[in-house]
């Protein structure tokens, strides 16, 4: 198979080839063979074994193409899993994440992945989408670049068990999703970022908080909800609202999300990403792929990413992710995680909220997932 075509000049090229490898501390990363068409994921990935042959399963499905993997020092053996697979590039580096994590990705679709759709799951996340599993996810970035759209939106969806974490016994290669069915279905909100990060990041103007993840380990604000926070939440910034388009209506909804904030748990998880994007050149992520740092067109529709974190190994995660201090603010979402740990190893996540999942349908009737007419239309046409 030949290697990429470039469309940079000669002095770009070089110019990145040394960033590469300053990046990755290795050649590898200058010397991929990837497919010519169809979608390619990446993928940064620490002591993830367990999850690496559903993960491929559940994306080769889908249809992706090809896997390029940055395995950062993992020591489980999640190298020699992947190693040989025909459709998997592995990185191996031991640069740390913390640094480098946005560098990685955004260098290795400047190299090879110009103007191509690209997915940026992490090893816990599987992607789902209105007319999933029908619907390829070629079909799928086809409806996307015939209508103009350049992203989709994903919320980020935390699933989990029926009882606790500590009488799961999960199989390398068994679906996720008949180990944790369970998800909240409600206690979500739709708002701007605020402060220096929402400016930068222009893309998407609005973000989701809230779920399991906020109702187990970030509770605290500064103030009760009045009469005025709940009506916001519930119309304004509801995930049924419709983020602006405008800058005057942008402008509006960072002005009235001063008027709730501080009625909302600080710090608050971001639970929403632009996993699926059509590559454009020198673009950036904020560290995550939660944001872009340029106004992209992002479809009405919405995916969603099945968040698959709570397996009977979340407290050696959660202490690995400690001792390792690569995740941000040095960890200090695990150390929220530590502190609640063992009522989650003993007595689950399930509340009066959570809802199983059954299929798409059980997202969209939640709001967590959005199919417009249009989509619907494509997907009956192609059946």
Known sequence: MPRPDTTQEPGVFASLSHQLLDAFGTLAADQLVLPPDGVTAVVLAYNEALRFPHFLDHYRTLGVRHFIVVDNASDDGTGALLKGQADVSVIETHKPYRDYKSVWRQLLCDRYLQERWVIFPDVDELLVYPGWSDLSINDLTRYLETSGYQALFTPMVDMYPDGPLNNLSYQPGERFLDCCPWFDGDGYRYNPLKGSHGKRYKTPARHVFGGARERLFHQQAKRPRNALDRWLLGSVFSLQAKASDTAFGRKLDHLLFKLV???????????????????????????????????????????????????????????????????????????????????????????????????????????????????????????
């Open 261 to 383: 904030k501080n009625a909302l748990p600080s710090p608050a998880a971001v639970q929403s990403k632009i996993p699926l994007l059509k590559w454009q050149t020198g673009t950036c992520f904020s560290g995550g792929v939660h944001g872009i740092d340029r106004e992209v067109s992002a479809a009405p529709d919405w995916g969603v990413l099945l968040h698959f974190k709570y397996l009977d190994d979340f407290k050696s995660k959660v202490a690995e992710a400690i001792n390792r201090k690569q995740h941000t603010d040095n960890a200090g979402h695990y150390l929220d995680y530590n502190f609640q740990i063992e009522n989650l190893m003993d007595k689950g996540l399930r509340s009066s909220v959570s809802r199983r999942f059954k299929g798409v349908e059980t997202l969209i009737d939640c709001g967590l997932m959005r199919e417009t007419p249009a989509l619907r239309n494509w997907i009956s046409r192609l059946r």
